[in-house]
């Protein structure tokens, strides 16, 4: 496959201001990690500042390194972190200290823990909420292999949203995502979710990756017979060499027809749908918009 140039959509100027340099420091107070930071993600600026409601920021727990190995990201894998009993309070912390009203919380995978992380991700749930009553919480949690015991530990939490990434279309997760992720266990997460509580579900399509329309389509139609609430679809960016290529840059426009497919013929409460959108983009804000206005 040849490797294509990266067009004009997507190039944006680096974060700045007062607010981004705050937020830096308090983050490195308290030792913390965050998705935005991390991964370079091309919304920071957007995102912490919030453009017309609150601003979001995605916090990494338990650690900088995942016992799996997905072709499309860079988190480094194996050789894993012990966990660190301060950080649901550390975030806790922060979070009230930034002042942010809406928090993302993800974690790398963590296969190699007997409960494989629930425990810590529920435990800073709790954290956050009882620092900071009134928080909107958004978790962004692994598959725990499909065991379901474990996705319960996530919803007795009672964050405002659970979010679980599909990622891409049944007949590309392997190529994409490591062995033991999924299509189905994916979907089966999410239903779990939607058949035990009243808490928003969400998920993420990376586009770009080699998917055919009639794919995302079937997809679409896939998530919300589980019952998701929420979608979001962006383009796939290759971090690396060594990783996935990417197969296509899919056009602005092409995004903002699937946003029109998923709001309004299949009536998702809302979907974020751009080349720079990413799971969590913009999160509160949109989240506010759609459910609370
Ligand atoms: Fe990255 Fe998540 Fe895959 Fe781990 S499970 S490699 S953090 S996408
Ligand atoms: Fe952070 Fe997510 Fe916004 Fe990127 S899209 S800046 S990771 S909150």
Known sequence: ????RKPDWLKM????GERFTDIKETLREHDLHTVCEEANCPNLGECWSGREGPGTATFML????CSRGCNFCDVETGGMDPLDPEEPQQVADAVAEIGL?????TSVDRDDLPDQGAGHFAETIRAIKERHPGILVECLIPDFQGEERLVRQI???EPDVIAH???????????????????EQSLSVLRQVDRESDIYTKTSLMLGVG?????????????KTVGVDVVTLGQYLQPSRSHLEVSEYVHPDAFD?????????????YCASGPMVRSSYRAGELFVEAVLD
């Open 155 to 157: 919803v007795d939490a």
């Open 165 to 183: 990434n599909i990622e891409t279309v049944d007949r590309l997760q392997w190529p994409v995502r490591d062995r033991r992720a999924g299509y």
């Open 13 to 16: 100027a680096p974060p700045s």
């Open 62 to 65: 338990m650690g900088e390194r």
């Open 257 to 269: 027809t699937w946003r029109r497919v998923a709001e309004e013929e299949l009536d998702f409460l």
């Open 1 to 4: 496959m040849s490797r294509a």
């Open 211 to 223: 998917e055919y329309d009639h794919e995302i389509y079937q997809t679409l139609r896939d998530l």
């Open 101 to 105: 009203d809406y928090v993302v919380l």
